[in-house]
Nanobody, 122 residues
């Protein structure tokens, strides 16, 4: 069974930095896209950043220049480095993976992590 396990959330002051990590566990052959979404109460989950297996990245306009996404295809991990954090970045951050192929050639269309809370406050 494939799972996404996140780590790295917490409390940080405005202007500070935080790094989120997500590891996909299981007998994985490949993952097409990995990314991070975030959600605040009463709002829809929104894309923060994503990266394809080939390294193409996509960022929400609100985080461009402040957040950096990277992945290690061999380890099936994705990292979100968040700099210059603002109070409006406060949210539950979810790791997402699409097109997960296992060694048994089974494909998971999409998986989500359990979420990790990021709070930006003084």
């Amino acid at each position: 069974q494939v799972q996404l396990v996140e780590s790295g959330g917490g409390l940080v002051q405005p202007g500070g930095s935080l790094t989120l990590s997500c590891a996909a566990s299981g007998s994985i052959l490949s993952i097409d896209t990995m990314g991070w979404y975030r959600q605040t109460p009463g709002k829809q989950r929104e894309l923060v950043a994503s990266t394809t297996r080939g390294g193409r990245t996509n960022y929400a306009d609100s985080v461009k220049g402040r957040f950096t996404i990277s992945r290690d295809n061999a380890k099936n991990t994705v990292i979100l480095r968040m700099d210059s954090l603002k109070p409006e970045d406060t949210a539950v951050y979810y790791c997402n993976a699409e097109g997960i192929m296992t060694l048994a050639k089974y494909i998971y269309p999409e998986l989500w992590g359990q979420g990790t809370l990021v709070t930006v406050s003084s």
